[in-house]
């Protein structure tokens, strides 16, 4: 019988590979774990929320998402082109930037109320910055995009929480003033008006007697038809002797709900009717380009008629400030409207994924030359009130879009700038509410400085009113952190 002699282990040698051998066993159990819930249904479910609602889609939701979306979407393409005229660039490119999110935010949204598009806050920080030129425009929504998703990757979603709420409303109110006031010129027919808040107001009423009579007549018709059906509505809503489900509430409810698409088409058939006439007594669009936008990359730089070559450095440097407030208010603007509809009809939203959404938005909308995109508080009230049960109803306002732009264009080169510039002054007037203030003298009057340093700074330069606001929000939550520490510290001294 061969012995066969073994080496010599000791014990405690055994114990510390044992120990280490059960360690290195956890760690591949627990990275397996970790792999596994990283691909696990339920995490990819959290970051494609479509597939929570989709497996239990009813037909019941169906009619309702349609009828939303539709309705979203005639109110949309009146609102696009007027925001398009607001943010200096030509019409069209308030289309190209009204379809997208609806496609995108109905996969990876997470409110189902919400719409994007282009609104009047953003339109008027682009206008600021992308100097007329569509190329500007576009490079910034990409690379706004890319800033909006890196936030969400990064979860820095905390840092939309240094903008404090009376900073917020004292732009808001801010801004409404200022885009209301600069469609006077178009009210007026007035053409080469400078875009600084004070000098236009200046230059608009010293050229008042150049104003052209057709302009002014079809502004004030639409502005008081469409003040009229928002007091039907306000009426409508008021009066208990209707049934709720009556034929007069359904129809003036339609009335109210399509009014911009309503008062658009009514101005436009006027002013197609006068122009072929030979009447030309209207300020139109003029000349639109026709069909679909092309699908191409942003462009990182841009040739000028004379051959001069603006590097992607020189855009960048152009672009200035907005590469941080356009971002960082959109997310701001989306996300509040998402909370407050998510709170009202009983919801919950993801916040980090609603940011990475609209910044996915901005970055495939970039390559359909759009501009920077936000939540719209107006298209998602209308997309709440008509009951949508799905992001769903999204993609039916985008396809009426891109309808409108393969087949309409042809017409819109039509729309009196007068009719674009009423719509845009009764969208904007009920965010103009200075009782806002009021609100915030209440709740503690050291709010008010940042109210209204933000909102008397926000008339010279938006930008300038947004930082200062901050700022001085900043000085006050850091003085009241300074006194109540030495409050505290009075107090044990005293002790």
Known sequence: MKCVLLPYIPSASLGRRSRRDRMELQEEHSWQDRKQERFSYATLKAHLPVLGWLPRYRRAWLQMDLIAGATVGLTTVPMALAYAEV?????????????????VYCIFGTAKDLALGPTGIMSLLCARHVHHDPVYAVLLTFLCGIIQVAVALLKLGFLLDLISSPVIKGFTCAAAITIGFGQLKNILGLREVPHQFFQQIYHSLCRIPECRLGDVTLGLLCLCLLATLMRMKNSGN?????????????LLRGLVTARCALVVIGATAVAY???ESGHGIFTIMGSTTQGLPPLRAPPFSEITPEGDVITFSEIAQGLGGGLVVIPFMGLLESI??????????????????EVFAI???????????????????????????TGVSTPLGGVVTGLIVLLSLAFLMPLFCYVPKAALAAVIICSVAPLADLRVAKEIWKGGGVDLVSFLVTFLVSFWEVQYGIVGGVAV??????????????SVNDSIHHS
């Not at 943010?87 to 496609?103: I, T």
Request: proline share 3%; charged share 10%.
């Open 238 to 250: 008021s009066a208990g002797d209707l049934p709720a489900q009556s034929h007069a509430r359904i």
């Open 273 to 275: 009717a006068c122009q």
């Open 473 to 486: 929000s900043g000085a006050i939550c850091l003085f009241s952190l300074i006194r109540a520490k030495h």
């Open 87 to 103: 943010a200096g660039l030509p019409v069209q490119y308030g289309l190209y930037s009204a379809f997208m999110g609806g496609f």
């Open 336 to 353: 509040a409207i998402a909370k407050a509809f998510s709170s009202q009809n009983n919801y919950q939203i993801d916040t980090n994924q």
């Open 359 to 385: 910044g996915l938005t901005n970055i495939l909308g970039s390559f359909v030359s759009a501009y920077p995109v936000t939540g719209s508080f107006g298209r998602s009230a209308v997309n709440s009130q």
